[in-house]
Each structure stands twice: as structure tokens, then as C-alpha cells.
């Protein structure tokens, strides 16, 4: 029997290291080694390893942003590169006959696990640009307002009373629309990806559609993909406390074209959700 892969497609800050999180308590193997905790994800990010760190590599091999910060798919791979990548996936398969895994990173590569993994199912997750450009400038922020935290109390004080809020609007000035040009790349490639596979391999969820559809997508994933998983309520997962403020960042954009294309993809792409 061919072993059954789910890819677990979304941008960066688009709710799929909780829903990986779902999954993994579900009983799906996302992995041998999973990325920890950090500032941005006190939970976890789900995230296997040897997939994370090929895609680090292949992209700083092209001179690119090794967190995947760009705005259009990763070249072709070269020989090595594949055949690094065929190892990692022959050794997924013989580990286990059913398995998946996460990293936002993998929609820069969707031509390449097309090909390498033709049978492999699609489960996209898609976020809202504001929200989601809004969670990456804020955790940002948070990364450089910890320094302040250890300096001595006068200069928390000021940071915290005189400067915190203006520094704050001074990234999203700064990168706000560099950050929906990443969104809209990584989302148009879920939608071309969508649109080239058959309509049974591929599912695609609003971030926080398990809310009140878990039990929805746990079906379709056991009953049309044949996925084995024991069911685990997703309100056992999520917690609304650890998601991030929304900032209305429309007016940080300058760019009309940019926020206009954003808006038209978001549609399309929330108007086949389930």
C-alpha cells in the first residue's frame, strides 16, 4: 500500500503550527524531531526538522532568505539538492506507513513535491492578510522590544511610558508592505497549487475554522484521504489568549496595487475554504 502524506501548506503566521499541533494529538507523525518553542510560538511550531532545515539550506544555497521571506517560488532545485530531498522522504516512508508535515517554507516548493510525492494530500491553511501581516510585524517588535526588558528600571520605565508605542508604529511603517508582498506570493502558490492538483487532493480551512468544524475536517480527513487518526477536540488545543492583537494596517500600505491584489486573493481563496 502507498504510504498516505499530508502537506500542511500556509503562511508564515497563518495558524499552521496549531493546527499541526491538532493533528499530532490526532496521532498523525509530523515528524522524528519537531521545532520547539520560541518568543513567537510559546506552544510549539510542529515543525519536523529535516524539512525545516532543507528548506533553510536550498534557500540560502540560492542566496535567499533563509526563513523563506520572499516573493516568489524557490528555483528548480539542483541534482544534490534532490536527491538530499529524496533520501528525506524515502526515510518518512519507511518510518511510518501514513505521515505529514508542516512548514510554511514548503509553498516555495510545491512544484518539486508534485513531482517527488504525486499521491501526497494538500491540507492548506489560509489566514486573512491583516491578521496575519499584523502577527509578524508585532512578533518583530517583540524580538527587539526584549532587550529593554533586561536594562535597568529607569529605562524600562521610559521605554515602556515614552517610546514603546512609537517604535511600534515605526515597524509597521516599515514593514507592513514588505510583509504583504510575502503574503500574497505565499498565497498565490497555494492558489496555483490548488488549481493544478485533483480536486481529492487538496483541502483548504480558514485558520480558525476547527473551531467550530473540527469534527467536519476530522471526517474528511479519515473518511476521503483515509487518513487513520483517533479524534481530539480542538477546543483542547486552541486558546484564544495566545492569539495575537490585529492592528488595522491598510493605511501603512502605499502601495493601492498591492493592497488591492491582496484583498481580490483573499476572496478567492476564503470563497473555497470549507
Not at 524539512?51 to 535567499?64: G, I, K, Q, S, V
Not at 544534490?80 to 530531498?85: A, G, S, V
Not at 526584549?146 to 515597524?171: E, N, V
Amino acid at each position: 500500500m502507498d504510504n498516505r502524506v499530508v502537506i500542511i501548506a500556509g503562511m508564515h503566521r497563518s495558524g499552521t503550527s496549531l493546527i499541526s499541533h491538532w493533528l499530532d494529538s490526532c496521532g498523525l507523525n509530523l515528524g522524528e524531531t519537531l521545532l520547539g518553542p520560541d518568543i513567537g510560538n510559546i506552544e510549539g511550531h510542529y515543525e519536523d526538522v529535516d524539512f525545516y532545515r532543507f528548506h533553510e539550506d536550498t534557500l540560502a544555497a540560492n542566496n535567499l532568505s533563509r526563513y523563506g521571506f520572499i516573493s516568489h517560488a524557490a528555483p528548480a532545485l539542483n541534482h544534490y539538492q534532490q536527491e538530499k530531498l529524496k533520501s528525506i522522504i524515502s526515510f518518512k516512508n519507511k518510518m511510518s506507513p501514513q505521515w505529514g508535515w508542516k512548514d510554511p517554507r514548503t509553498c516555495l516548493f510545491f512544484a518539486t513535491y508534485r513531482q517527488l510525492l504525486p499521491n501526497a494530500f494538500y491540507l492548506n491553511v489560509i489566514r486573512d492578510y491583516t491578521s496575519t501581516v499584523s502577527s509578524l510585524v508585532r512578533r518583530d517588535f517583540d524580538h527587539h522590544a526584549t532587550k529593554y526588558l533586561t536594562r535597568g528600571w529607569l529605562q524600562r520605565f521610559i521605554w515602556t511610558h515614552f517610546k514603546k508605542a512609537g517604535r511600534r508604529r515605526k515597524f509597521f511603517r516599515q514593514l507592513t508592505a514588505y510583509y504583504l508582498r510575502i503574503w500574497v506570493a505565499y498565497n498565490q502558490e497555494i492558489l496555483n497549487n490548488i488549481e493544478i492538483l485533483p480536486a481529492d487532493k487538496h483541502l483548504t480551512i480558514d485558520h480558525l475554522s476547527l473551531v467550530d468544524h473540527d469534527k467536519q475536517i476530522f471526517n474528511s480527513l479519515i473518511n476521503n484521504w483515509r487518513i487513520e487518526l483517533k479524534y481530539c477536540d480542538f477546543k483542547l488545543i486552541f486558546k484564544s489568549t495566545l492569539m495575537s492583537q490585529v492592528d488595522n494596517i491598510d493605511h501603512f500600505v502605499k502601495d493601492d496595487a498591492l493592497l488591492q491584489t491582496a484583498k481580490a486573493l483573499e476572496a478567492k481563496l476564503k470563497s473555497i475554504c470549507i
